[in-house]
């Protein structure tokens, strides 16, 4: 009886808080599975980039912060190792908040470094902005979906929180693509279904529960 015991607290304490985890992995998924960039899936939609801004990651126990990075990381399937952002070993936690996209502060600032340099292919020149999100494939038909703009009506940063008991966040591209290829296949500047779309994409995060 006592063992049971002392077993049923240990699960609590482990599906309760993460403890020890030195990262935190953002993985696009495609019909339950990690993402294979240039795959074809059996609904014969093949992904060929998506690529994407994660800011102001915050790790929390309820509601305090135990961990806060402000920075901007841009995410690329490409290069699995920019999916992965470092977190101290020190802390538990229990929820995880996160910006998509670039606030308006920030794009105010113009052109900046790191992975912020335009060279990175995620600033519209003309628009004088970043791209928050890139989505490229083909379906039936090629789609591309650039999604961006931090000027009122259309400010399509968005911030997210989950909880917490494993150390990935989940984007299922499967499912965003489900609702938004049956509305428009092409979206290459701010507007009222770019808006549609970030809502989409930020409500669409998940976490192992």
């Not at 304490?13 to 696009?28: A, C, M, R, T, V």
């Not at 989950?162 to 965003?176: A, C, E, H, R």
Request: aromatic share 14%; net charge negative.
């Amino acid at each position: 009886m006592k063992r049971c015991f002392l077993v049923i607290l240990w699960i609590n304490f482990f599906f309760s808080d993460i403890l020890g985890q030195s990262h935190i992995k953002f993985e696009p998924t495609y019909e339950s599975n990690l993402l294979i960039l240039d795959s074809t899936y059996s609904d014969q939609t093949k992904i060929t980039s998506i690529r994407f801004y994660i800011g102001h990651v915050k790790l929390l126990k309820d509601s305090q912060i135990m961990f806060e990075q402000p920075s901007y990381q841009l995410m690329d399937a490409e290069l699995p190792e920019t999916l992965t952002i470092q977190t101290p070993t020190n802390i538990s936690y229990n929820k995880i908040s996160f910006s998509l996209g670039i606030d308006s502060a920030t794009n105010n600032q113009g052109a900046l470094t790191g992975d912020l340099d335009p060279q990175n292919g995620m600033y519209w020149t003309w628009q004088s902005g970043y791209i928050n999100l890139k989505l490229e494939g083909e379906s039936k038909q090629p789609f591309t979906y650039h999604i961006g703009g931090y000027l009122i009506p259309f400010n399509t940063y968005r911030t997210v929180t989950l909880p917490m008991t494993f150390n990935k966040v989940y984007l299922p591209i499967d499912i965003i693509l489900q609702e938004i290829l049956t509305v428009k296949s092409k979206i290459m500047s701010p507007c009222d279904i770019a808006m549609k779309f970030a809502d989409l994409l930020s409500e669409s995060f998940f976490t192992d529960l």
